[in-house]
Nanobody
Framework: QVQLVESGGGLVQAGGSLRLSCAASGITFGVYYMAWFRQAPGKEREVLAAIGWSGILTRYVDSVKGRFTISRDNAKNTVYLQMNSLKPEDTAVYYC??????????????????WGKGTLVTVSS
């Protein structure tokens, strides 16, 4: 049974930091591209960042570039999202996702093999 389980969400003040984790089980983690998405209330789900198999290749959307860092530990089957300088508009449910086809198709959301159930991040002003 495949599972992606996010953790690390919570309430933080603006300007603060959080580190999200996504632990994978039931898959050969090292052959999957991994990505983080989020969905704010009343808005569509949006991609934030993605990472390649080895962790060397990363991509970010402009809204989080310089503030968020994606990383992975293949020995622990875990992908991380370090979030700094958080803003109230970062409030959302954060999801991790796994895809084998390509980083582009994963980031576009067109070919996603597995989704986590999400973790809530609330940033207070």
């Amino acid at each position: 049974q495949v599972q992606l389980v996010e953790s690390g969400g919570g309430l933080v003040q603006a300007g603060g930091s959080l580190r999200l984790s996504c632990a994978a089980s039931g898959i050969t983690f090292g052959v999957y591209y991994m990505a983080w998405f989020r969905q704010a209330p009343g808005k569509e789900r949006e991609v934030l960042a993605a990472i390649g198999w080895s962790g060397i290749l990363t991509r970010y959307v402009d809204s989080v570039k310089g503030r968020f860092t994606i990383s992975r530990d293949n020995a622990k089957n875990t992908v991380y999202l370090q979030m700094n300088s958080l803003k109230p508009e970062d409030t959302a449910v954060y999801y991790c996702a796994a895809g084998r086809l390509s980083m582009s198709s994963l980031m576009q959301g067109t070919v996603v093999d597995y989704w986590g159930k999400g973790t809530l991040v609330t940033v207070s002003s």
